[in-house]
């Protein structure tokens, strides 16, 4: 709970915590296991510890798409099943060993409802979280493969090295084999990042 | 000269998955007496201790990954594993094989249950070890040395008591097959019931031997199991191991390389500059290419 508790210490009091740890759930996953499966309502949103979770989609042709990672101290879920109750287009599974933080909407209310700094808090990240939603789909209709990859190592600069590449590749809306002419033009350009 | 002796017989670890290939016990630097700094220039050891695989189309292992700043050696004892590099190397490791494969400055690779091997399904059985680079060495090229048999001279131990291949450093005058940047031992023996093997290596040398299988005296000590890893203290330079049954041991010495070490992940160098580099270096393709 450490890391939990950390990110909340900026908008809750150490008793207010107290007050809503009964709320929280800490739990460990293996690698693989799956936490939302499409077609089942999401109820819960999902602090990682320790760990690396991701959200995607199945397509028609059994196609994975990923649509977002989750390393330590992201948050990852789907709001639109979780707050309009409707079933979710989506998967989250594990891709390590994970240990993570569950919290549903009661402690989202009640967390508001103690602390008008949480509120303010919560406010921010939803808007955070539209900000990204919007630049990324901006990025899969009008960016460069060498734009998406160098945003997405710039966004998650580890993550590199605890994926595969088709799994980077699929976030990136590219093939694996686009990925490596990205890669291979970046060192023959001897690119340094800003 | 002086007796070298016991420091801790070491228990194997709850055995984990790397990939979906190799079922290890992690002895350095994960236990508590064997860290980086400890066992140095050995900064890794794996072992996969005979494991019955069922059979696959689809091999497992370990998909691409990188390394940068030491060298990465795999004992296949059985089993078969397939391996590619971002440097156009590929061969197959079969039992009784090496591959001392140097990352240096960087590499790509992945590692996968021969094909066959997958198909048929069968027992696996292996050791990996990663072996520190010096800071000047670093940075060097990578290269690849592929140990076969016919590579590895054995020499055969006095009064019936068994047979030592050698694969580094050397062992009763006989050179072994691979070529290193700093003194290593590294010594593959069988033994017979009873079969005494003498080892000397200087008193620094961090030493230690790995029960592959049956079980062994260290010294004419208590008997160590199959699987323990005994690590020896640096009193002495002489030590004596008897198998009691049939044995197979694993011996590794090495002189120690005294610098920082800083690492994450794949990536073992001197300091966390150099760590944020490597993974700078990766993400932009630095080092080189290979498909999943």
Redesign the interface.
């Known amino acids: 709970m450490e890391e939990f508790y950390n990110y909340l210490s900026d908008s809750l009091s150490k008793s207010e915590i107290d007050q809503l740890s009964k709320f929280l759930v800490e739990k460990r996953i293996g690698k693989g296991e799956i936490l939302l499966q499409a077609g089942s309502v999401c109820n819960h949103s999902f602090f990682v510890e320790e760990g690396l979770l991701r959200s995607f989609s199945i397509d028609k042709q059994g196609k994975e798409h990923v649509i977002q990672f989750a390393p330590e101290n992201w948050i990852i879920s789907d709001r639109s099943s979780l707050l309009f109750q409707e079933p979710s287009e989506f998967f989250i599974d594990a891709v390590e060993n994970t240990t993570l933080i569950m919290f549903d909407e009661e402690f989202v209310v009640k967390a508001s409802e103690l602390s008008a700094k949480y509120r303010s808090f919560n406010q921010k990240a939803l808007n955070n979280h539209i900000r990204h939603q919007q630049r990324r789909i901006n990025r899969l209709l009008s960016a460069t493969a060498e734009e998406r990859y160098l945003n997405f190592?710039q966004l998650y600069?580890?993550i590199?090295?605890?994926v595969?590449?088709?799994m980077i590749a699929s976030y990136l809306g590219i093939t694996?084999?686009s990925l490596?002419r990205?890669?291979?033009?970046?060192?023959r350009k001897n690119?340094i990042?800003g | 000269m002086s007796t070298k002796n016991i420091e801790f017989v070491i228990p194997p670890r709850p055995a984990h998955f790397v990939g979906d290939g190799f079922k290890v016990h992690n002895f350095i630097p994960s236990s508590h007496y064997l860290s980086m700094q400890r066992m140095s220039p050995f900064i890794m050891m794996d072992y996969n201790a005979p494991t019955y695989f069922p059979p696959t189309n689809t091999p497992r292992g370990v998909?691409?990954?990188?390394h940068r700043g030491f060298e990465t050696v795999t004992i296949a004892y059985k089993g078969k594993v397939a391996h590619h590099d971002s440097s156009g190397n590929s061969g197959i490791i079969e039992p009784g094989e090496v591959q001392w494969m140097t990352a240096a400055s960087g590499i790509l690779h992945k590692e996968y249950h021969e094909k066959k091997f997958s198909e048929e399904g069968g027992d696996f059985q292996m050791v990996q070890l990663w072996v520190n680079l010096p800071a000047k060495d670093k940075m060097s090229q990578p290269k690849y040395q592929g140990l076969t048999k016919s590579d590895i001279q054995t020499v055969i131990l006095p009064n019936n008591a068994g047979t030592i291949n050698v694969i580094a450093g050397d062992y009763l005058g006989t050179k072994g097959a691979a070529s290193t940047f700093t003194p290593i031992y590294l010594l593959d023996g069988k033994l017979n019931d009873g079969g005494i093997a003498n080892f000397t290596f200087p008193s620094n040398y961090n030493t230690a031997v790995l029960v592959i299988e049956g079980e062994v005296k260290v010294n004419n000590s208590e008997v160590t199991p199959t699987d323990h890893f005994i690590l020896m203290n640096n009193d002495g330079e002489n030590f004596t191991v008897e198998g009691i049954g049939n044995a197979k041991i694993l011996v590794l010495s090495g002189e120690p390389i005294n610098e920082p070490i800083a690492a994450q992940?794949?990536f073992v160098m001197n300091t966390r500059e150099e760590i944020m580099q490597a993974?700078?270096d990766?993400?932009?393709?630095?080092f080189g290419?290979l498909?999943?």
């Not at chain 1, 990205?182 to 060192?187: I, P, S």
């Not at chain 2, 990766?282 to 630095?286: A, E, Q």
């Open positions: 190592i600069p580890n590199t090295l605890r595969p590449q088709w694996p084999e490596s990205v890669r291979k033009e970046l060192a690119f990042p | 998909g691409v990954h990188p992940g794949p993974i700078q990766y993400n932009i393709g630095k290419f498909e999943d």
